[in-house]
């Protein structure tokens, strides 16, 4: 075997080793690259979830603002309620006066049947605005809960992001150890294969290049 024949065998083997390196670097970049954009995306998604939250929560603050307005509404229907009754009972007890009929019987009744209306439109609008209010409640304490979920996924995106950020490394670095190694092996090969090949007219036992500088 020549000197640059040798020279050319072993170079060979360099940029066969060289490419396996360079696969695995490549390999271990784009892993880096795939786990920022996981992360990246966890994040957004994360920023997203917490802009929902904020959101919800919003919702539940008015909700509950309205809570006093609500309760203000029922007490001024009732107070208008009893304002209307009132005055619709002293005009029934004028009416009644001036026909000269005395508030016994059939009169009597009529006011007693009027005030007992006035009453449970009383009640009724007091009943109207409880159930107002506590949907109110029940609408401020879903928003909040629909917020604290949303902040949940959130969280759990960017757990999810960094596993896979995580995988996406390890890959990639798993990849470039297994470059080097394979590098190396081919390097140790392509060395074994040189020396344990004896050139023509090399004695037994001596190195190749012993033939290759003997030939220069």
Known sequence: MGYWSAIA??????MQAYGQYQAGSTASAVGGYNADIARTNAEAERQAAEMEALQYEYGAQIA???LPLLEAATAFRQRQSALI?????????????????????????????????????????GYQGALAQLAKRREASQLR??????????????????QQAGLQEYQGAAAQR?????????LASGVGKYYSRPSPGQAP????????????
Do not use: K
């Open 9 to 14: 065998q072993l170079a060979g083997t360099a």
């Open 64 to 66: 509950e603002m309205d």
């Open 85 to 125: 009754a009132a005055r619709t009972r002293g005009q029934n007890i004028a009416t009644i006066g001036a026909s000269g009929v005395r508030m016994e019987g059939s009169p009597l009744e009529f006011l007693v049947n009027n005030a007992e209306q006035a009453e449970m439109e009383q009640r009724l609008i």
């Open 145 to 162: 809960y629909q917020a604290l979920v949303r902040r949940v996924t959130g969280q759990r995106a960017v757990v999810a992001g960094e």
């Open 178 to 186: 297994g470059s080097i190694y394979a590098g190396l092996g081919t």
């Open 205 to 216: 036992g001596a190195s190749p290049w012993d033939s290759v500088w003997g030939q220069q």
